[in-house]
Nanobody
C-alpha cells in the first residue's frame, strides 16, 4: 500500500476557504480512485468527495457546490478546495485511496484538522 500524507488544514473563520492536499507515494496513483472523508468529534466518519481515475467526481450533499476535488497525476496529489466554510465543516479530514477492483478504500492518511470558527 502507498503512503498518503495530508496537509493544508488549519483554523479559518466561517465563510473562508482552505485547500487540502494529499500526496501519495504509490506509483500507480493514477489508476486509483481517491477520496476525502471527515470525522467530527463524537460523530462517525463520513464521505466528503471522491475522484475516479478517469476524472469523474462525486460529492456529499452537504458540501456540493462549496467544495471541489481535483487530482494532479503528475504530482501524485489530490486536492480539496473548500470554500464558504461553515462551523459544521469542522472535523479531521482524511485522504483515502482505492485500488482498481476493490469495493472499499484500503489506504488512509493520518488526517488533518480543519476548524471553522463562527
Amino acid at each position: 500500500q502507498g503512503q498518503l500524507v495530508e496537509s493544508g488544514g488549519g483554523l479559518v473563520q466561517a465563510g473562508g476557504s482552505l485547500r487540502l492536499s494529499c500526496a501519495a507515494s504509490e506509483r500507480t496513483f493514477s489508476s486509483h480512485a481517491m477520496g476525502w472523508f471527515r470525522q467530527a468529534p463524537g460523530k462517525e466518519r463520513e464521505f466528503v468527495a471522491s475522484i475516479w481515475s478517469g476524472g469523474s467526481t462525486f460529492y456529499s450533499s452537504s458540501v456540493k457546490g462549496r467544495f471541489t476535488i481535483s487530482r494532479d497525476n503528475a504530482k501524485n496529489t489530490i486536492y480539496l478546495q473548500m470554500n464558504s466554510l461553515k462551523p459544521e465543516d469542522t472535523a479531521i479530514y482524511y485522504c483515502a485511496a482505492k485500488a482498481p477492483g476493490l469495493a472499499k478504500y484500503d489506504d488512509w492518511g493520518q488526517g488533518t484538522q480543519v476548524t471553522v470558527s463562527s
